[in-house]
């Protein structure tokens, strides 16, 4: 049974600081051939890419609005990516969700898949 299973998200004051951690099983292949992303989805508004980093861990890229603030980090010993946020605004809140999609390896290969966490809330509030 595939799992992405997410934690660490709550209430926290603007400014304040948040680790989100998203650990996966059960996956037909092995963690490191997946690409690992985290999204947001706000009220009222669409699910957005907040982070990414490929399988290998080489190219990460984040949405300008948090570029400086928060940093992906994945672990393919532990099969876990990390969202480190800092600094965060009111505009930071929403359901996170963590998200493997085919690296390149398994694209070359033909491989598909992909799999979404059942999401964990963010809040930033005085």
């Known amino acids: 049974q595939v799992q992405l299973v997410e934690s660490g998200g709550g209430l926290v004051q603007p400014g304040g600081s948040l680790r989100l951690s998203c650990v996966a099983s059960?996956?037909?292949?092995?963690?490191?051939?997946?690409?690992m992303s985290w999204y947001r989805e706000a009220p009222g508004k669409e699910r957005e890419l907040v982070a990414f980093?490929?399988?290998?861990?080489?190219?990460?890229n984040y949405h300008d609005s948090v570029k400086g603030r928060f940093i992906i980090a994945r672990d393919n010993v532990k099969n876990s990516v990390t969202l480190q946020m800092n600094s965060l605004k009111p505009d930071d809140a929403a359901v996170y969700y963590c998200y493997a999609g085919p690296g390149a390896r398994m694209l070359r290969r033909g491989e598909r898949g992909d799999y979404w966490g059942q999401g964990t809330p963010v809040t930033v509030s005085l």
């Open positions: 059960g996956f037909p292949f092995i963690f490191s051939m997946y690409d």
């Open positions: 980093v490929t399988d290998d861990g080489r190219l990460i």
